[in-house]
């Protein structure tokens, strides 16, 4: 990517995506804890996944600045509940941020490797001019439902996420912790 100087709004982003995710991690319970998950626990994660990825559009347009590239990190549960965050540059160029909570499922019935995911949350980085090419908008923050289908093999994954209209976004996986 090109560097550019952190204009003042990209810091304050920055400063409240950074914000969110420590009262997240504060939210969750210590490592050392050695107690059973209780149902309903939604805190408790087995499980770190750190992910990496390239985005393509449907179609071309003038206005995109750069390859939207991505780095993440998702937590989950063995019921299959996700969470994550992923910090990636926009089509346009702008630092942008999604925090999201889902769920996966095995496609046993085909491959005990194959998985499909849903996750839903908020987009925050569309702003200033190009704030209304993710709608509805509200200063830049955005819902958003994603689909993917994926394929993970011991440690290793791979997955395919649907961006909408506007494109796809490839991914590759590792777990790198518990």
Not at 28 to 49: H, I, K, M, N, V
Not at 112 to 124: C, D, F, N, Q
């Amino acid at each position: 990517m090109i560097a550019r100087s952190v204009s003042s709004d990209a810091r304050r982003a920055l400063s409240r995506c950074l914000l969110t995710a420590l009262l997240c991690a504060a939210s969750l319970p210590g490592a050392a804890e050695e107690r059973e998950p209780q149902p309903g626990d939604w805190r408790r994660f087995d499980s770190t996944y750190l992910q990496l990825g390239y985005g393509a559009h449907w179609d071309d347009s003038d206005d995109y600045r750069g390859i939207p590239a991505l780095i993440g990190l998702e937590w989950s549960r063995n019921n299959r509940a996700i969470a994550g965050i992923s910090l990636f540059n926009n089509s346009f160029g702008q630092f942008s941020q999604y925090v999201y909570y889902g769920r996966k499922w095995q496609l046993s019935r085909w491959d005990e490797a194959l998985t499909v995911k849903l996750s839903g949350g908020i987009i925050y980085g569309y702003v200033g001019e190009f704030e209304d090419r993710l709608k509805p908008s509200w200063n830049g923050f955005v819902p958003a439902i994603i689909p993917s289908l994926g394929w993970k093999k011991r440690n290793w994954g791979f997955d395919v996420a649907i961006l909408g209209g506007a494109g796809v976004m490839l991914l590759v996986g590792r777990d790198v912790g518990d």
